[in-house]
């Protein structure tokens, strides 16, 4: 991992995080706001212009890729680099997590 790309991504947004975790297995954007509402029970929306932004900076940079065209939604997979960043990201979220425990 380059540095950019730890530097854009590490620590990831809320937004980057959920569209990483949704494509551990390929799919479309309205799926991923789908999968990330019914993953937050609804506290978390992912507005389109957010959403179809970050999946084009995230295609750009290297972190998903487009895979095909299905009913006129863009399928999109994680690629080897998105899934290192997502580990990364969810190892720190670990972390928080055990210190948060240890101190109360």
Known sequence: MDAHTRKVY??????????????????HG????????????GEIRL???TMYGSLSKMEKDGLIRFVSEED???????????????QLELKR????YRTSQEVF
């Open 47 to 49: 507005a389109p212009g």
């Open 72 to 86: 006129k939604r863009k399928i999109y997979e994680m690629t080897e680099l998105g899934n290192e960043v997502l």
């Open 10 to 27: 590490v620590p990831m947004t809320e937004t980057g995080f959920y569209i990483l975790f949704c494509l551990q297995k390929p799919n």
């Open 30 to 41: 309205y799926g991923i706001v789908q999968m990330t509402e019914r993953l937050t029970d």
């Open 93 to 96: 979220i670990q972390r928080l």
